[in-house]
């Protein structure tokens, strides 16, 4: 525990150019698309995309889960399982970008860990300089939604720095905290 995994390396190099050139062209459109919107209309319309993501994480969560074998298993889905063996898949385009986490705790009920380093963020803060609010509500509400979508029991309590004060997002050089538990 406490050594940075920059997962972009399990990836050919080709693999890597691809992913880094598409995950930073995908998050470069997505930020215009959502400052434009915030801009006309304010948090209001960011409270409806973070509902939109919570929703549209939750049905990818019962998708994955069922993919994995899991549907009617939900109980059997800790932390571990989670993180281990679905959720990778997700992000599977956002590791061969680059992502680099440092995992400080990990185990069936908790983890946490610290992200040094996200692709996505790049192509965000590209475009907009409150590109934490791109790492709110894409990563947090959907990553909500979806751990929902695989156990009820699991939740973030902290991830990609909900309220921006802190992290990557902020461009202050230090990592986002993201901690995972399974509720009793």
Known sequence: MGEITDYATYFSEEIQKFAKDAVFKDARWMA???KAIYKKWGDEA???????????????GKKY??????????????????LGEIYPNVHMHA?????????IEYGPDESISLC?????????????????????F????????????LNPK????????????EGLGRGNGKPCRMRLVRHK
Do not use: P
């Open 32 to 34: 215009v698309i959502v």
């Open 46 to 60: 960011i409270d409806v995309l973070n509902e939109a993501f919570y929703e549209f994480g939750k049905e990818e």
């Open 65 to 82: 889960k069922k993919q994995a074998g899991y549907e009617g298993r939900e109980d059997e889905i800790n932390v571990e399982v989670a």
């Open 95 to 103: 590791g061969a970008a680059g992502l680099k986490l440092e995992r």
């Open 116 to 136: 040094h380093y996200c692709s996505m963020l790049e192509g965000w803060k590209d475009i907009w300089d409150e590109s934490w609010r791109m790492c709110e």
């Open 138 to 149: 894409i990563s947090y509400h959907h990553d909500r939604g979806f751990m929902e979508g």
């Open 154 to 165: 699991l939740e973030w309590t902290d991830h990609a720095e909900k309220d921006g004060a």
